[in-house]
């Protein structure tokens, strides 16, 4: 059994990550979040220390190291743009970290993280959980089985709506969340060049505080993507079955399903983690590339 702390435990991700640390069979020892609705903890660790301030949280885990019981990995579910200190404090506190995406916000950072985890030791892990979904893999192998000189054609579009609380919060801030291309498309952009090979090209259509669209030139597909968390783009008949959320995948204009099977993919991912088979940071590095791209074509400065 392994010893956990989670930062960011009222986020909405976080019960994903107490799931998934219950169900591996690894204990959850403290917790922090600056928001104290943090109720879900009763659901799988009634008995963790929680704290609604870093510097008595840091103190607690510094404490739980002097006793000999340390703690192995730290959990992230912070904001986008906290990661990177996040990630930097687990290491040095000298546990392996688990971070959601976007593992950071610039591709400068993966390449200081690098020469911390050299120096400590320490592993970071990220959450790439599409590529441990099914219809996924096998749409992987059936490409690297295919003809080597296709380019495929491929449309990707993802929905998911929000309220107004969104615009409000950090994950209105482009300079906290990275824009609707990092918060809710940079695991998109992962799946696809998983599947299909390196970027050729970025070409940004259409980008917004709503919504982004664009084509992206991989070695083995031109995909074209729409991202939107506006409640109108959802199509009508997915709307008038009481939906907020709809994503399609079409290879050559056939749809690969892949909406169902998301629930456990989180677990998959401490598991293989758990194993040494983490995704890492040059697993993250080049979605994390395309995503600060964008924001440079919808500045201009491309």
């Given at each position: 059994?392994?010893?956990?702390?989670?930062?960011?435990?009222?986020?909405?991700?976080?019960?994903?990550?107490?799931?998934?640390?219950?169900?591996?069979?690894?204990?959850?020892?403290?917790?922090?979040?600056?928001?104290?609705?943090?109720?879900?903890?009763?659901?799988?660790?009634?008995?963790?220390?929680?704290f609604?301030?870093?510097?008595?949280f840091?103190?607690?885990?510094?404490?739980?190291?002097?006793?000999?019981?340390?703690?192995?990995?730290?959990?992230?579910?912070?904001?986008n743009?906290?990661?990177?200190?996040?990630?930097?404090?687990?290491?040095?506190?000298?546990?392996?970290?688990?971070?959601?995406?976007?593992?950071?916000?610039?591709?400068w950072?993966?390449?200081?993280?690098?020469?911390?985890?050299?120096?400590?030791?320490?592993?970071?892990?990220?959450?790439?959980?599409?590529?441990?979904?099914?219809?996924?893999?096998?749409?992987?192998?059936?490409?690297?089985?295919?003809?080597?000189?296709?380019i495929?054609?491929?449309?990707?579009?993802?929905?998911?709506?929000r309220?107004?609380?969104?615009?409000?919060?950090?994950?209105?801030?482009?300079?906290?969340?990275?824009?609707?291309?990092?918060?809710?498309?940079?695991?998109?952009?992962?799946?696809?060049?998983?599947?299909?090979?390196?970027?050729?090209?970025?070409?940004?259509?259409?980008?917004?505080?709503?919504?982004a669209?664009?084509?992206?030139?991989?070695?083995?597909?031109?995909?074209?993507?729409?991202?939107?968390?506006n409640?109108?783009?959802?199509?009508?008949?997915?709307?008038?079955?009481?939906?907020?959320?709809?994503?399609?995948?079409?290879?050559?204009?056939?749809?690969?399903?892949?909406?169902?099977?998301?629930?456990?993919?989180?677990?998959?991912?401490?598991?293989?983690?758990?194993k040494?088979?983490?995704?890492?940071l040059?697993?993250?590095?080049?979605?994390?590339?395309?995503?600060?791209?964008?924001?440079?074509?919808?500045?201009?400065?491309?």
């Open positions: 059994m392994k010893n956990f702390a989670l930062i960011g435990a009222a986020g909405f991700i976080a019960p994903r990550h107490l799931k998934a640390i219950k169900e591996t069979g690894n204990n959850l020892v403290a917790a922090i979040d600056k928001h104290d609705n943090v109720g879900i903890l009763d659901s799988y660790f009634p008995n963790a220390d929680f609604i301030e870093f510097e008595r840091d103190r607690h885990l510094d404490k739980i190291k002097r006793k000999g019981a340390n703690v192995d990995y730290i959990s992230i579910c912070s904001p743009y906290l990661h990177d200190s996040h990630i930097r404090y687990a290491l040095r506190y000298g546990a392996d970290a688990i971070c959601e995406k976007p593992l950071v916000l610039n591709p950072n993966i390449d200081a993280l690098q020469e911390l985890e050299s120096e400590t030791g320490k592993k970071i892990n990220t959450i790439l959980q599409l590529r441990l979904h099914p219809s996924i893999i096998a749409l992987r192998e059936k490409i690297k089985n295919g003809p080597k000189d296709k495929y054609d491929v449309d990707l579009q993802y929905m998911t709506s309220g107004n609380w969104y615009h409000i919060s950090w994950k209105g801030d482009l300079s906290k969340s990275g824009g609707i291309a990092t918060n809710i498309g940079i695991h998109f952009f992962d799946m696809l060049m998983w599947i299909f090979g390196k970027v050729q090209d970025v070409t940004l259509s259409s980008i917004s505080s709503e919504h669209s664009g084509i992206l030139h991989l070695e083995h597909a031109k995909v074209t993507w729409f991202l939107s968390i409640y109108d783009h959802i199509p009508q008949e997915v709307r008038d079955k009481g939906k907020r959320t709809y994503r399609t995948l079409k290879l050559e204009g056939e749809e690969i399903e892949f909406s169902e099977g998301f629930t456990d993919l989180h677990t998959k991912s401490y598991e293989e983690i758990l040494g088979n983490g995704f890492g040059v697993d993250a590095k080049p979605s994390i590339d395309i995503v600060y791209k964008i924001r440079k074509l919808a500045k201009g400065n491309v």
